[in-house]
C-alpha cells in the first residue's frame, strides 16, 4: 500500500502507514517531530550510571569486570527489561536486548556500544551509545511502531580493555587475549566469568556475515573537530587501526651516588630517549597517525638507586596498518641505537589486543548524513581517531558511526561532556536511521 500526500493532525496516522511497511518520503519524514529522543531523560540516566564508580577525584572507574562494572551492568539491564526487552548475556559478557519485528526471519538491525571507563574517566564515552540505544525503543514503545526487523541493542563487554565483547562477535578473542590482564587485576578470562559469561563456549557467539542487517554506534566525538566547525552530528568515514606493545628496557640498577655517569647503565634514561624517538618518528611524516606512551615504571623506584629496569607502554594507531607497521619498524631502529649507546637491551612484545582500520559502510554514510539533514541538523564527514567496537562489527556487517560533539573535544577526562540538545540530536539521527534501514533502505 502507498503513501498518499494528504495533510494530517495525527502522529499516529503516520506511525500507521510506517506500520505498513511504506517508504515515507523526506517531506512526511520532516513530518514525524514526535519520534524524538529526550534529551533530558537520556541526561539523567547517564548520570545515574555514573554513580556506579564514581571516583573521588570527579570522574568514573567502572573498569571492565569490577564491582562497579557489574553494578552498572544491572542498572542497564534494568532499564532494558523496562523498555520491554528480553535481555540476556552472552558468553562473551554482552549484554544482549531483543525487541522482536514484525517478520522475526530477518536478520536484526543491532545498535549499542559499551559502558565500561578507563581509570577516572568521563561520564559519556560509550554510555551515550548505549543510553541512546536504549531511548530509541522508548521512543519506539511510547509511538506503537513495530519494526519488521527484530531490534537489537547490544553493550559489549571491556570495550576499554582491546574490543573483548565485539572481537568474540567476529571470532577473534585468541586464547592469548584471554590471558591479557585486565585494568581490574583480573585476566580477560576471569572477568568474563565475574559478568556472567563463559569463556569455554566462545564459539556460540560468533556471528557470521548475513546474521546482522547492519550495525549503528552512536558516540561522542571525544575530539573538538565538530564544535569547531558548528557541526551537530559528525558521520564517520573509518575507525583507526590500534596496535599495543609491552615494551621492556633492562639495564642495571647500582648505587646512584658511588656509580659514575659514563659507567651506568640506566634503563630510565634509555626509556626517556625512546619515548622522544617514538613522538620524533610518528610526526616526521604526513597524515593523522599517532603514537602514545602512556604508561611507564622504574623499578627499583627508589631515589637512591639506578633504575635497572623500566617496563612501559607502546600505542599506534593509523587508518593505514601498513603505516603502523611502518612506523614501528622505525621506532625499533631508534631503539637498537639506544641499546648501543645506553648498554640496555630492549624488547617489544605485541599485545593481543590489536584493532585492526575499518571504513564504515559507504550506503550507511549517506544514509545517516541524508537522515540528519532532513531533520534541520549540520553534518560533518570526519574519521574516528579513536577505536570503537564498531571496527570490529565492520568485518561482518554493514556498520556505521554517528558522532555528537563533546564540549572543548575533552574526553577520558572528569570534564567529559555532552549537552542533551546534542543527546537528543544523535539519539534522533539513529532512531531514523534504524526505520530506514528497516524499510529497505540498503540495497
Known amino acids: 500500500m502507498g503513501v498518499r500526500a494528504f495533510h494530517i493532525g495525527s502522529v499516529l496516522v503516520l506511525v500507521a502507514l510506517m506500520e505498513w511497511g511504506g517508504a515515507l518520503s523526506p517531506v512526511l519524514q520532516a513530518q514525524t517531530p514526535a519520534l524524538r529522543a529526550d534529551g533530558a531523560r537520556m541526561q539523567e540516566r547517564i548520570l545515574r ?43 562473551a559478557g554482552n549484554i544482549i536486548g531483543r525487541r522482536e519485528g514484525r517478520e522475526p526471519h530477518l536478520p536484526p538491525i543491532v545498535f549499542g556500544s559499551h559502558i565500561d571507563s578507563v581509570p577516572n574517566g568521563g561520564r559519556y564515552d560509550g554510555v551515550v551509545g548505549v543510553i541512546g540505544a536504549i531511548e530509541c ?55 568474563i566469568r565475574a559478568i556472567g559469561g563463559d569463556p569455554d563456549r566462545l564459539a556460540e557467539v560468533v556471528r557470521r556475515p548475513g546474521e546482522i542487517a547492519a ?5 561522542i566525538e571525544q575530539g573538538g573537530t565538530l564544535e569547531a566547525e558548528g557541526a ?17 628496557i633492562e639495564g642495571f640498577a647500582n648505587h646512584a651516588g658511588t656509580t659514575p655517569m659514563n659507567q651506568r647503565r640506566d634503563a630510565l634514561v634509555a626509556a626517556a ?49 601498513e603505516k ?19 648498554g640496555v637491551t630492549i624488547t617489544f612484545t605485541p599485545i593481543d589486543a590489536t584493532a585492526v582500520p575499518a571504513p564504515t559502510d559507504e550506503r550507511l554514510r549517506r544514509l545517516i548524513a541524508e537522515t540528519a539533514r532532513e531533520l534541520g541538523l549540520r553534518t560533518l564527514f570526519l574519521p574516528s581517531g579513536a577505536g570503537h567496537d564498531a571496527q570490529n562489527m ?9 558522532f555528537v560533539p563533546s564540549v572543548g573535544g575533552i574526553s577520558h577526562s572528569p570534564q567529559e561532556y555532552t549537552r542533551p540538545e546534542d543527546l ?10 534504524i526505520l530506514k534501514i528497516d524499510r529497505g533502505a540498503l540495497p
Open 215 to 219: 550495525f549503528l554506534e552512536l558516540h
Open 232 to 248: 551537530q552530528i559528525g558521520v564517520v568515514e573509518g575507525i583507526v587501526g590500534i596496535r599495543w606493545w609491552d615494551v621492556v
Open 273 to 321: 630517549e625512546l619515548i622522544l624517538a617514538v613522538n620524533r618518528v610518528v610526526t616526521s611524516v604526513p597524515g593523522r597517525q599517532v603514537g602514545t606512551v602512556g604508561r611507564i615504571t622504574a623499578e627499583p623506584g627508589a631515589p637512591n638507586v639506578i633504575p635497572g629496569r623500566v617496563r612501559m607502554s607502546l600505542e599506534l594507531r593509523d587508518l593505514s596498518a
Open 424 to 433: 537528543a540530536n544523535g539519539a534522533t539521527v539513529l532512531l531514523h536511521t
Open 137 to 191: 525503543i522508548e521512543v519506539l514503545n511510547a509511538h506503537g511502531v513495530t519494526t519488521r526487523h527484530p531490534l537489537e541493542v547490544i553493550v559489549f563487554a571491556d570495550e576499554e580493555g582491546g574490543l573483548v565483547g565485539s572481537r568474540a562477535l567476529i571470532g577473534a578473542l585468541t586464547p592469548e587475549a584471554l590471558a591479557v590482564v585486565s585494568h581490574s587485576g583480573m585476566t580477560v578470562r576471569e572477568g
Open 49 to 91: 550510571l555514573a554513580e556506579f564508580g564514581r571516583d573521588p577525584r570527579g570522574g568514573v572507574s567502572r573498569l571492565a569486570f569490577s564491582e562497579a562494572d557489574r553494578q552498572g551492568r544491572a542498572y542497564i539491564i534494568a532499564l532494558m527489561r523496562q523498555a520491554g526487552l528480553t535481555v540476556r548475556v552472552d558468553p
Open 324 to 342: 603502523i607497521e611502518q612506523l614501528f619498524e622505525r621506532i625499533r631502529e631508534e631503539a637498537r641505537a639506544i641499546e648501543a649507546r645506553r
Open 394 to 402: 565492520a568485518r561482518m556487517a554493514p556498520t556505521g558511526m554517528i
